[in-house]
C-alpha cells in the first residue's frame, strides 16, 4: 500500500485536477465527462462552503487513538465522491493524513477493493501507520445504497432520475456526516 500512497495526492492537487480536466480536457473520457467535472466541482465547493465538523464525531475519532492514514480511491467526477470525499478530507484534516489515489491512473488498486465486482468510488482505504489495510469503506453511506437498491429492484416506479435526485438532496443535507460516522465504526 506505500506504493499507492506514495503516488497519490493531496485534496488541494485533486481540485487542480479537476479544474484543469474541465477546462483543457486532455482524453476523450476528460472531455466526455466535462458536465460530470462542473457538477463535481460545484458539488465539491458547496460541501467545503457548508461542512462543519461534528463535535462528537470529533471526540470519537480522538478516543480511538487511530493513527493511521486514509486513503481515498476517487475521480473528480463521481458524483458519490464529490459529495464524500470534501467531508472526509475536511474531518480528517489535522487529525489522520488523508491522499487521494486518481482511480483511473492505475486500476491495480481499485482492483483490490470491488464494489459487487465494480470499479466504485469513493473507496476509502484505512491504513494502520505500517501502510496495512485496516478496512475498507464506500462507495456510499448505507442511505445511499439502499437508494441504490430501490432503484435496481424497480426502475419503473423508481426512475434513475429520482434516485439520482433522492441522493443528492441526501447528500446536500446529511454532508457527508453518514459516512463520516460510517468509517469512525470502522476505526
Not at 487529525?95 to 486500476?107: A, G, M, P
Not at 469513493?122 to 496495512?132: C, G, R
Not at 432520475?161 to 463520516?180: C, H, M, T
Request: glycine share 4%; with cysteine; hydrophobic share 35%.
Amino acid at each position: 500500500m506505500k506504493n499507492y500512497w506514495d503516488k497519490a495526492i493531496s485534496f488541494e492537487e485533486y481540485l487542480q485536477i479537476a479544474h484543469e480536466r474541465l477546462e483543457n480536457p486532455a482524453t476523450p473520457q476528460d472531455a466526455e465527462y466535462k458536465m460530470y467535472y462542473e457538477l463535481g466541482i460545484q458539488r465539491m465547493d458547496r460541501t467545503l462552503k457548508k461542512f462543519v465538523i461534528d463535535e462528537e464525531q470529533l471526540s470519537e475519532l480522538k478516543s480511538k487513538n487511530f493513527s493511521g492514514k486514509i486513503l481515498i480511491i476517487s475521480e473528480a467526477w463521481c458524483g458519490d465522491a464529490s459529495a464524500t470525499v470534501p467531508a472526509l478530507v475536511k474531518f480528517f484534516e489535522g487529525q489522520n493524513e488523508v491522499k487521494i489515489f486518481l482511480r483511473d491512473s492505475d486500476k491495480s488498486l481499485i482492483n483490490q477493493f470491488l464494489t459487487n465486482g465494480t470499479e466504485s468510488i469513493p473507496k476509502v482505504i484505512i491504513l494502520d501507520e505500517n501502510f496495512n489495510v485496516k478496512h475498507s469503506w464506500g462507495p456510499r453511506p448505507k442511505f445511499g445504497h439502499e437508494l441504490l437498491l430501490k432503484f435496481k429492484a424497480n426502475p419503473e416506479e423508481y426512475p434513475r432520475e429520482s434516485f439520482y435526485n433522492d441522493l443528492q438532496v441526501y447528500y446536500s443535507r446529511n454532508r457527508g456526516k453518514d459516512a463520516i460516522q460510517e468509517i469512525l465504526e470502522l476505526l
